[in-house]
């Protein structure tokens, strides 16, 4: 007995130093092109383009300073970029996750006919690709009335709006909500209801209380896809006051490409990505865990 139990817990240990082994090789793998990034932004462009071929590209040696990213700044607004992502980015979270949440728990929580058909739409617009209305889109916002500083104009074209609106809503993230509503015990809306609470109360006061997991991740896949959208502001921003740091790189690629001022750019606009799912991994785990994608 003794014997088989020491073999067994040898065999577990093996299969457990192997895993990890397996995950930290993984773990480099995939950490390489990030350090790869930040070490050549602090490169001059010809020692970046020697060092590529090398293992030097992922160390900080030779010619180190921080001189491509004040170069950055002067060849482009980056900071205007980056406040305009940051603003676009924060207001498509916060009122996405009360918007999405809100329709996912319509669908989880209160009991009425057709709610899975209606979720079974919802999740047949996933199969829409952007790029099939982004046209349709655009001609409907630029007739849609706006009141700037200068008084009432016609359509959102150059605007914050515009950035935001039309991603507020999400299928996938409704989805999300629904399945974590879904799997939370009823027994504790049943409490509630029988105390007099509203739909709103019970939201409000019982299921958005313990369901910081499945928000936390909303926010990072809110997050991600916002914060890298490229194809809508390019069709709808043409004001340097509104563009987002993706169109922004653009600026880099005119004339005297310097592949050092580039690295930089990215590593800036890695950064706030880097921090928020370092910051919410946890919670992004436990909610994939919690809801399992089940039907």
Known sequence: MTTNTGVKSRSYKLTLGATYLLMGVLAVIF??????????????NLQLLQDSASIRAFLPVGDISLNNYREA??????????????FVTSVTVVVG???????G????????????IVLGVIIATLIVPFETIAVPLLLIVSRLPNITAEGFKLGWINTYQVQIFPFIANA??????????????????????IDGASWWQIFTRVIAPISGPVYATAAILTFLPM?????????????????????????????????????AFLSLIT??????????????????AASGIKG
């Open 31 to 44: 950490i390489f092109p990030i350090v790869f990034m930040f070490m050549s932004s602090l490169k001059p």
């Open 73 to 86: 700044f002067d060849r482009a607004p980056v900071g205007r970029f980056i406040l305009n992502s940051v």
């Open 97 to 103: 996750l009360l918007v999405n949440s809100l329709a």
């Open 105 to 116: 728990f319509a669908i989880a929580i209160p009991r009425w006919r057709g709610k899975s």
């Open 172 to 193: 996938f993230t409704i989805f999300l909500f629904a399945q974590f509503f879904g799997a939370l015990p009823y027994a504790l809306v049943e409490a509630a209801k």
């Open 227 to 263: 914060w890298n959208q490229y194809l809508w502001p390019l069709m709808v921003v043409q004001s340097e006051e509104y563009r987002p740091v993706m169109v922004g790189l653009q600026y880099f690629f005119q004339l005297n490409v310097e592949w050092g001022e580039i690295m």
């Open 271 to 288: 950064i706030p990505v880097l921090i928020l799912f370092l910051s919410l991994q946890r919670s992004f785990i436990e909610s994939i």
